[in-house]
T-cell receptor, first 113, second 112 residues
Framework: EAQVTQNPRYLITVTGKKLTVTCSQN?????MSWYRQDPGLGLRQIYY???????DKGDVPEGYKVSRKEKRNFPLILESPSPNQTSLYFC????????????FGSGTRLTVV | QKEVEQDPGPLSVPEGAIVSLNCTYS??????FMWYRQYSRKGPELLMY????GNKEDGRFTAQVDKSSKYISLFIRDSQPSDSATYLC????????????FGAGTQVVVTP
């Protein structure tokens, strides 16, 4: 089944404890992206990648890191999480976002206390 | 100010009615337009995409784009309770394919 898989689905952590949210897609897509979704603010892009070793900032990159060492994987790293990073996170992938849009994963609900 | 504005709703309609959703955008460079549907506790799924001004139909769904007014719409005919979800508009420019910009989403409730 073609899909974008994120792990974990739920995560509660403490301020300052480094964490990684994994994302993997099995559709051989070039583009991958991370979004966060907050009430009233909608989906805001954190980072995106156009191919292996090519990443770029979205609208809200502060406090996040990404890497794209393999085509299928695009992990999101929070080096020192803070409570304002409590959010619902989505990973997405696409052949060509303009024509086909992104295929989204099921989301990771992160709580930082 | 967000580049894509969308009324958050909620929008409540009786079953069988037409649902009318819309977004406005500020950047005239946006050229591709999409509508996503998001059920509670799920990721968004692509409903429709369009490039040009005008209408595009897919079953009960019609997407409409007016580039001169920077206005995009989605109409759902013969609405069903299963259409209850949040609908998000999205757009992107051709010189920045990866940066898909979303509206905040409109929550739709279709009551039996």
């Amino acid at each position: 089944e073609a899909q974008v898989t994120q792990n974990p689905r739920y995560l509660i952590t403490v301020t300052g404890k480094k964490l990684t949210v994994t994302c993997s897609q099995n559709m051989n897509h070039e583009y991958m992206s991370w979004y966060r979704q907050d009430p009233g603010l909608g989906l805001r892009q954190i980072y995106y990648s156009m191919n292996v070793e090519v990443t770029d900032k979205g609208d809200v990159p502060e406090g996040y890191k990404v890497s794209r060492k393999e085509k299928r994987n695009f992990p999101l790293i929070l080096e020192s999480p803070s409570p304002n990073q409590t959010s619902l996170y989505f990973c997405a992938s696409s052949f060509l976002p303009g024509n086909y849009g992104y295929t989204f994963g099921s989301g990771t609900r992160l709580t930082v206390v | 100010q967000k580049e894509v504005e969308q009324d958050p709703g909620p929008l409540s309609v009786p079953e069988g009615a037409i649902v009318s959703l819309n977004c406005t955008y500020s950047n005239s460079a946006f050229q591709y337009f999409m509508w996503y549907r998001q059920y509670s506790r799920k990721g968004p799924e692509l409903l429709m995409y369009t490039y040009s001004s005008g209408n595009k139909e897919d079953g009960r769904f019609t997407a409409q784009v007016d580039k001169s007014s920077k206005y995009i719409s989605l109409f759902i005919r013969d609405s069903q309770p299963s259409d209850s979800a949040t609908y998000l508009c999205a757009t992107v420019t051709t010189d920045s394919w990866g940066k898909l910009q979303f509206g905040a989403g409109t929550q739709v409730v279709v009551t039996p």
